[in-house]
């Protein structure tokens, strides 16, 4: 395993820990309409990261692959609005286990558009994950009869398009670039909706809503700077890191508790990450890709 490899691995669990935590936040703005939470996913997360991109000036928001960022943002945005719209038609469990199939989806986006081989380590270890994920989130019998679970399947092959695109993008653009892009875009897309259907939150709520657009703001950062470091295919197991941080979050702040299954689930979600770190062979050098970047210490 080479070392840009380790810090593709630990950037998307890091990611994957702040989406978590934001959706631990959008659990608790439960009261707040789905159109507001997901105008302020982004606006927060283009005001945050204003300074930042305004610091290299103007000229570097010139890009030539505009319908690329446009592609990516909305694959993200309907990959979020496709998740709440199943949250409300099925079990918030069963929704997070469907979502989270996005990793299965991704070797194939990747062959499809890239023509990325799939090697038999990385399905064995995509495969692995999978099963541990039923295991921790036991689905009920009637999950793939509930029209809700389409919904639910079809924002995980929006989340794996918006990744892989994620992976294209940052070989000819900065962290910074790609960021204001999607932000700004999916701010825009989401605005009309937030204002047809604006509740005003109450003070709690607002809080919940900058918790939301923070932490969107750095998973998205990470999840760039890791697919700098890594392919797609390559991290796609640690994806379903996302459940055992739930679970221990559910854990902590709801007092979820981890039964047997659980816990043999937890263990197969890690032996798929760690079968796709021993058994996959070292990335090859693309033509086009950026030199790998180190995350600034402003940003933690």
């Known amino acids: 395993m080479s070392r840009q490899h380790l810090y ?14 934001m959706s631990a936040f959008g659990k608790g703005a439960a009261n707040v309409s789905t159109a507001t939470i997901s105008f302020f996913q982004s606006f927060i997360s283009l005001v945050l990261f204003l300074p930042w991109t305004l610091r290299h000036g103007l000229a ?18 309907l990959s979020q609005v496709l998740y709440f719209w199943a949250v409300k038609e099925m079990t918030l469990i069963d929704a997070v286990l469907l979502v989270n199939a996005a990793p299965l989806f991704i070797p194939l986006v990747a062959w499809l558009w890239n023509r990325t081989p799939i090697t038999p380590a990385v399905a064995v270890s995509l495969l692995a994950g999978f099963i541990g994920v039923v295991l921790i989130i036991k689905p009920g019998a009637d999950l793939l009869t509930n029209p809700a679970a389409l919904i639910a399947l079809s924002a995980a092959l929006f989340s794996a398009i918006a990744l892989v695109s994620v992976n294209k ?17 999916a701010s825009i897309a989401t605005l009309p909706f937030a204002i047809a259907d604006w509740s005003m939150p109450s003070p709690r709520g607002w809080g919940y809503l900058a918790g939301v657009g923070l932490f969107m703001a750095l998973a998205q950062l990470l999840i760039i700077l890791a697919y700098q470091h890594a392919t797609a295919s390559q991290i796609a197991p640690f994806n379903y890191s996302v459940v055992i941080f739930s679970g221990l979050i559910g854990w902590v702040v709801w007092g979820n508790t981890l039964d047997w299954i659980s816990a043999i689930g937890i263990a197969l979600v890690c032996l798929g990450g760690i079968l796709s770190i021993v058994l996959s062979p070292p990335p090859k050098p693309t033509h086009g890709v950026a030199a790998p970047i180190a995350p600034i210490s402003a940003r933690g």
Do not use: E, M, W
């Open 169 to 185: 993008l940052s070989g000819q653009n900065r962290p910074d670039t790609i960021l204001f892009y999607y932000f700004c875009i």
């Open 8 to 21: 593709g691995i630990l950037l998307i669990v890091a990611a994957f820990f702040c989406v978590a935590v």
């Open 60 to 77: 570097d928001l010139k890009t030539t692959q505009f319908p690329l960022h446009l592609a990516r943002a909305l694959a993200g945005l």
